[in-house]
Every structure is written in structure tokens, then in C-alpha cells.
């Protein structure tokens, strides 16, 4: 069945490590991608987005990732995490249509 | 410029029950989509409103049902509740046909017991 995947469900890091969270998607075609965050106690907004172009793509706070299209891959990465970027991330997709198709999210600790 | 609100923000209910949800969307988005959010999951599409009319649907029961009115707003009802429908349900909105950003709402935390 078409559908993301996101490998790791729980990253523990220390701050000032580095970040890369997996997202594969298996849908063929041109796809939209996105990863979304949701922090504690809060509702979920757009970290970045890719739709064409570069592959490596800037977001918010720090974070880019890279589309890799012979991968069917959108990895999240952050050079230096910070103890304000624990939250739970969420890799998505849309293809053809509005309907945002989400991974099973990682739920990100950083410790001081 | 208000973002995407819902209400209410908790709701308890007993199985068997029906519940209405409410979604107001971003200022100048015309398209409403609901999801639902179990526990420890990622969002899982449950249908979408455009035009005031239904505009594709997930794999979720016909108990779950929805409305957008003419002024975007849109309603989620689910009717004869099971344990298993409790979860977060997020309302997002976007631009029709864009494919581009979706601005979700804080969300309503439905309990079923």
C-alpha cells in the first residue's frame, strides 16, 4: 500500500548534537513533500516544504531537508539541536490532491 | 488575522452518543479538511469540503460525516460513538487545488468512555 514511513520513533539526543530524521515515501510520480511539528501543548505547523526545484530545502528554526527522488526519501536535518526543538515530527506527503498523507511521526528528546 | 480555530477544544462522551465538531478556517481559504489523531499516531485523513461539497474521503466509516457552509466553516459529525474514536481531530485549511501548505487548528480532544 501507498504510504510514509518514518523509521525512527523516538530519537534522544543531547543538545548541540546533530538531527536527521528518515522519511520514505512509495508513491511514484510528483509528489509535494512536507514535515510538520508539534510541540508540546501545541497544534502542528509547517517546518518546510518541497514541491520542485533545489532538493534541499530550508525551513523554520534552522532545519532543511533533502529530497532525494531515487531514495523516495525527505530526511529532516538539524546541525545543532537545541532542548526547545523536543516536539514530535511528522513527515507528510500530497500527491495529486489536497489530502496530506502522514508518516507515524518521531517524537524528538533533547536533553540539556 | 485569526488562524484556523475549532471548538470546542474537549469533549467527553459515552459510547453510542453523536458529536459535532467545529472548524472556522484561515482567513481566505476556501478548502476544509478533517483528520483524526489517535494517541502516539500520525494525523489520518478523513474526508475534505470544498465548494460546500464533499471532495474526496479516507478509509473511515460512513458514522463520520461533515459539512462546510458557505462561508468555508466547516462541521465533523460522528454519530453512534465507539471507544475507539477517541482521538484528536485536527481541522486544517488551504487554498483549493494550491496542493500547498495546510494551516491546522490546535484541535478538539474527543474522550469516548
Known amino acids: 500500500a501507498q504510504s510514509v514511513s518514518q523509521h525512527n520513533h523516538h530519537v534522544i539526543l543531547s543538545e548541540a548534537a546533530s538531527l536527521e530524521l528518515g522519511c520514505n515515501y512509495s508513491?511514484?510520480?510528483?509528489?509535494?513533500l512536507f514535515w510538520y511539528v508539534q510541540y508540546p501543548g501545541q497544534h502542528l505547523q509547517l517546518l518546510l516544504k518541497y514541491f520542485s526545484g533545489d532538493p534541499l530545502v530550508k525551513g523554520i528554526k534552522g532545519f532543511e531537508a533533502e529530497f532525494i527522488k531515487s531514495k523516495f526519501s525527505f530526511n529532516l536535518r538539524k546541525p545543532s539541536v537545541q532542548w526547545s526543538d523536543t516536539a514530535e515530527y511528522f513527515c507528510a506527503v500530497i500527491k495529486d490532491t489536497d489530502k496530506l498523507i502522514f508518516g507515524t511521526g518521531t517524537r524528538l528528546q533533547v536533553f540539556p | 488575522d485569526a488562524g484556523v480555530t475549532q471548538s470546542p477544544t474537549h469533549l467527553i462522551k459515552t459510547r453510542g452518543q453523536q458529536v459535532t465538531l467545529r472548524c472556522s478556517p484561515k482567513?481566505?481559504?476556501?478548502?476544509v479538511s478533517w483528520y483524526q489523531q489517535a494517541l502516539g499516531q500520525g494525523p489520518q485523513f478523513i474526508f475534505q469540503y470544498y465548494e460546500e461539497e464533499e471532495r474526496q474521503r479516507g478509509n473511515f466509516p460512513d458514522r463520520f460525516s461533515g459539512h462546510q457552509f458557505p462561508n468555508y466553516s466547516s462541521e465533523l459529525n460522528v454519530n453512534a460513538l465507539l471507544l475507539g474514536d477517541s482521538a484528536l481531530y485536527l481541522c486544517?485549511?488551504?487554498?483549493?487545488?494550491?496542493?500547498?501548505?495546510?494551516?491546522f487548528g490546535p484541535g478538539t480532544r474527543l474522550t469516548v468512555l
Open positions: 482567513s481566505g481559504h476556501d478548502t
Open positions: 486544517a485549511s488551504t487554498l483549493g487545488g494550491s496542493g500547498d501548505e495546510q494551516f
Open positions: 508513491y511514484g510520480g510528483t509528489v509535494n
